[in-house]
């Protein structure tokens, strides 16, 4: 590999912060990214929850993020995993070819998700994420998993 993982997280990051205007309107952090592993994160905030009025017994219960949030977290960091078994990282690239999500429980709020990869072959590789969630006392917790299957593009 010609870039070291330092050099990914950075690139990954400012790709996103000045090019991808999604994620980055989301707050989509690059956490980690190590050989077959990488971690992104996006931070809990209300414009990405699904609101729900008060309960009937007036309690107050803070609002879930939209699982649509979890899904982008599982396609993105599911994808970009791959990128660190590329002989050139910076230069390679990957798509989308079948994503699945399984949600668990909601989430309430920051979101970190791990990729790891299963597989990399020539063309296709497939990759599992786990998203978790901080609770409102301090508790991480397991929200969604994802499975991915990505067309790889590697440079020649």
């Known amino acids: ?15 996103i912060d ?3 205007e999604f994620l980055s309107w989301l707050g989509t952090t690059v956490e980690d990214v190590a050989e077959g592993r990488m971690t992104m994160a ?13 309960r009937a017994d ?22 970009l995993v791959f990128h660190t078994t590329f002989e050139k990282p ?3 690239g990957s798509a ?3 994503l699945n999500v399984n949600y ?3 989430a309430t709020g920051d979101l970190e ?11 296709v590789g497939v990759s599992e994420v786990t998203v978790a969630s901080t609770t409102p006392d301090g508790e991480t917790r397991e929200v969604a998993t994802g499975q991915g299957s990505y067309r790889l593009f590697r440079p020649e």
């Open 42 to 54: 996006i931070p809990y905030d209300e414009k990405l929850t699904n609101t729900r009025p008060s």
């Open 104 to 106: 668990l429980r909601p």
């Open 18 to 20: 000045e090019n991808h």
């Open 58 to 79: 007036g309690s107050d219960r803070r609002p879930d993020i939209h699982g649509g949030v979890a899904a982008t977290l599982v396609d993105t960091v599911g994808g």
């Open 113 to 123: 998700a791990t990729a790891e990869i299963v597989r990399a072959g020539s063309s």
């Open 90 to 92: 910076l230069e390679a």
């Open 96 to 98: 989308t070819i079948n």
């Open 1 to 15: 590999m010609t870039a070291s993982y330092d050099d990914i997280a950075a690139v990954l990051q400012g790709y």
